[in-house]
C-alpha cells in the first residue's frame, strides 16, 4: 500500500512537472507544416492556407502568412502581415517579427505598427521586451494620440508606467501648437510632457522657450523655467520661471523678468509678471522699472505697479503707488503716472514733483509732453496750486512762484521759459550780475500772470503782467517768516539723481522661491548588460535581432550636459546674443 502511494505520487509530480515544461514552449496552430533540414534545420516551417498561421505563448499571441518554429529553442520568425497581440495591452503589425520564448523577447521590423488603448506608434524597427514591459526604436518613429503626433529618432515606451521617453528631434503636433525639444518625457493617460534641454512650445501668436519644462498638451498649459522666454510678436518676456496658457494666450512670469518691446523700444522690469495676449497688456510688480529709449537717451520710470496696454501703435503705460522718474536732465515723483507713447503725454497725479535742472515744481496733477518725431521734451504744465522753487544762488534762500496753472517749454530737452497764470505770487533774491554777486534785496511781487526766461539753468529775466503790487525788501527789513510763500515745501532731499536713487529707502523684494522640474530619471540602457546577455545566452539560428547592434542609440543630451557649466554656458552666450538684436545698447538698466 505504501510503495503504491509513492508510485502514485512520484507520478502525479512528474505529470505536474512535464505539464509546467510543456507550457513554457510556444504553441502553434497551421494549415501545412514543412520541414527542410537543408534550409532550416531543427526547425519548422508552418504556413498559411486558409488561416493565418497563429501561435502563442504565455500571453502573448502572434498570427502571420508564414512561420519558421524553432521548438527546441522556443524561438519563432514571423513573416508576412504579422500581427502580435500581449493581452489587451498592445496590438503590433509588420512584415516580419520573431519572438523568443525563453528571453519574453520580441523583434520587429518593416512598416511596424504598434497599437495601446490610448496611442499608436509606427516606425521601422521596434525592439519589445516583454520581462521589463518596455518598447525601444533608435530609426525615427511617430506615436500619435487622440490630440498629439509626437515624433523623434528615439523613442522608449515605459508599458507599467504609460510613458514615453523621447529623445534628439522630438517634436510634438496638435492644432494649437508645435512643440520641439531635445528631449521629452512624454505621458499618455493624461497628456503630460516634461521637456529637457533647449525647448519650444509654438502657437499661432506666441513662442515659448525654456531648457527644462513642462506641459500639458491636453489643456494648452505650460511651465518653463532655466532661461525661460515668451514671445508675443513684437514683446518678448523672459523670467526665471514662466507659466503659459496657449487657450486664454495669458503668461505670468517670476523673479527676474525683463520685458523687451521693440516696437517702442522700451524694457520692463520686475519679479512678478502678467502678460494678456488678447488685451495686449503687461502687468509687472515688485521692483517694477520701464525703460524706454528717447533722442539717445533713456527715461527710467519706477512704481510698485506698472501696467503697459494697447496695441503698438497705442500702446499706453501706467505706474501706480510711489511712482519715481529719472532722465539725464530731469526727475520726479508723484502717486501714479499715465504714460500715452503715442500722444507724447506723461501725467503724474498725487502730490507730482518735478526736478528739472534747479528748478523744482509741483502742483496737483503734471502733465509733461514729448515731441513723438523727435522724441525731445517739448512742454509741460502743471494744473493747480502750481508752485516753483529754485534754490538761490548763493544759498540764502528760495526764489518762490506760486499760480494756478504754470506752463514750461523747453529746448534741447532744457526748459528756457515758464509761464504762470492766475493769482501768482513771487519771492526773489535779486543779486548783482557781476563780481561778488551782492544781494540787493529780496523782491515780492503780486500780479496776475508771470514770465520766466532761463539761460543756462538760472532764472534770467522775469516779466510781471497786469495788477501788480511789489515791494524790494532789504534783506535786514524782510523776517526769515516772510521769505516763504504760503505752500512753500522745499523737497530737494528727496531729489533722484540717479538710477540707483530710484530705489532708494526700499529694501530689496523676498523672491518667490522657484519649483524645479527635475532632470529625467536615470534609466539603464534598453540594451543594458543584463539584457544583452540574456539576449545572447539564449540565441537561435538566424535571428535577425542578433545581427543588429545591441547597443542603445546615443542620446542627444545627457542628463550630466544638461547640467553641465559649458552647456548652459554657451545657450546664455545665444540668448544674449538674441537679446542685443531686441535692443539698443543705450537701454541699461542697473538695480
Known amino acids: 500500500m505504501k510503495n503504491k502511494f509513492l508510485y502514485i505520487l512520484f507520478a502525479f509530480i512528474f505529470s505536474v512537472a512535464s505539464f509546467a515544461q510543456e507550457g513554457k514552449q510556444i504553441k502553434v496552430q497551421s494549415d501545412r507544416t514543412i520541414k527542410d533540414q537543408n ?37 519563432v520568425k514571423a513573416l508576412g502581415n504579422v500581427k502580435m497581440k500581449q493581452g489587451d495591452t498592445i496590438i503590433m503589425t509588420s512584415k516580419y517579427a520573431e519572438y523568443n520564448g525563453n528571453t519574453k523577447f520580441a523583434y520587429a521590423s518593416d512598416d511596424v505598427f504598434m497599437e ?36 523623434s529618432q528615439i523613442g522608449r515606451y515605459f508599458m507599467d508606467r504609460k510613458q514615453y521617453s523621447f529623445n534628439t528631434t522630438v517634436k510634438i503636433v ?48 505650460g511651465y518653463a523655467i532655466k532661461n525661460a522666454k515668451i514671445d508675443y510678436d513684437k514683446r518678448t518676456v523672459f523670467g526665471d520661471s514662466i507659466f503659459y496658457n496657449s487657450a486664454s494666450q495669458f503668461a505670468s512670469a517670476t523673479n527676474n523678468i525683463r520685458v523687451l518691446d521693440t516696437a517702442n523700444n522700451s524694457v520692463i522690469t520686475g519679479h512678478y509678471a502678467e502678460v494678456f495676449k488678447e488685451k495686449d497688456s503687461v502687468f509687472i510688480t515688485k521692483r517694477a522699472l520701464a525703460a524706454t529709449l528717447q533722442e539717445k537717451d533713456s527715461i527710467f520710470i519706477h512704481s510698485d505697479t506698472l501696467m503697459v496696454t494697447g496695441k503698438p501703435e497705442r500702446r499706453i503705460m501706467n505706474g501706480f503707488y510711489d511712482v519715481r522718474i529719472y532722465k539725464s536732465n530731469m526727475s520726479g515723483k508723484s502717486d501714479s503716472i499715465n504714460v500715452d507713447q503715442t500722444t507724447g503725454y506723461t501725467k503724474m497725479i498725487g502730490r507730482p514733483i518735478i526736478w528739472s535742472q534747479r528748478n523744482q515744481m509741483t502742483g496737483d496733477t503734471i502733465k509733461i509732453i514729448s515731441n513723438t518725431k523727435t522724441e525731445k521734451l517739448d512742454s509741460l504744465i502743471v494744473y493747480q496750486n502750481a508752485f516753483l522753487v529754485q534754490e538761490d544762488t548763493l544759498k540764502a534762500g528760495f526764489n518762490q ?88 515745501n522745499w523737497r530737494g532731499d528727496e531729489r533722484i539723481n540717479s538710477k540707483a536713487d530710484l530705489f532708494r529707502g526700499e529694501s530689496p523684494p523676498e523672491l518667490t522661491k522657484i ?77
Open 401 to 488: 512762484v506760486k499760480g494756478q496753472i504754470l506752463y514750461g517749454l523747453f529746448k534741447e530737452n532744457e526748459l528756457y521759459q515758464v509761464d504762470i497764470d492766475k493769482n501768482t505770487e513771487t519771492i526773489f533774491y535779486q543779486r548783482e550780475s557781476e563780481g561778488e554777486l551782492k544781494l540787493i534785496g529780496i523782491n515780492k511781487v503780486l500780479s496776475s500772470s508771470i514770465r520766466l526766461l532761463l539761460n543756462n539753468r538760472e532764472i534770467e529775466d522775469v516779466y510781471y503782467y497786469q495788477n501788480i503790487d511789489g515791494t524790494l525788501y532789504r534783506e535786514i527789513d524782510l523776517p526769515e517768516n516772510a521769505r516763504e510763500l504760503s505752500g512753500f
Open 39 to 75: 534550409r532550416f534545420p531543427g526547425a519548422t516551417i508552418l504556413a498559411k492556407v486558409d488561416k493565418q498561421v497563429y501561435m502563442q505563448h504565455e500571453g502573448i499571441e502572434i498570427w502571420c502568412d508564414q512561420a519558421i518554429h524553432y521548438g527546441e529553442d522556443k524561438f
Open 515 to 591: 519649483t524645479g522640474i527635475p532632470l529625467p530619471k536615470d534609466e539603464a540602457d534598453f540594451f543594458d548588460e543584463e539584457t544583452v546577455k540574456r539576449l545572447e545566452d539564449n540565441k537561435s539560428e538566424g535571428s535577425r535581432l542578433l545581427e543588429q547592434e545591441l547597443k542603445d542609440a546615443e542620446l542627444k543630451e545627457t542628463n550630466e550636459q544638461l547640467d553641465s557649466i559649458p552647456f548652459k554656458k554657451k545657450v546664455k552666450e545665444d540668448l544674449n546674443t538674441e537679446k542685443k538684436k531686441n535692443q539698443k545698447d543705450s537701454i541699461n538698466i542697473e538695480h
Open 174 to 221: 496638435n492644432p494649437e501648437n508645435t512643440v520641439d525639444s531635445d528631449r521629452l518625457d512624454y505621458y499618455t493617460e493624461n497628456g503630460h510632457a516634461y521637456l529637457y534641454g533647449p525647448s519650444t512650445v509654438k502657437g499661432k501668436e506666441s513662442t515659448l522657450y525654456c531648457e527644462r519644462g513642462f506641459y500639458d498638451t491636453k489643456v494648452k498649459t
Open 116 to 151: 495601446t488603448p490610448s496611442n499608436t506608434l509606427r516606425t521601422d524597427t521596434l525592439f519589445f521586451d516583454r520581462l521589463r514591459q518596455q518598447a525601444y526604436y533608435r530609426s525615427g518613429g511617430t506615436v500619435r494620440d487622440s490630440s498629439n503626433t509626437l515624433t
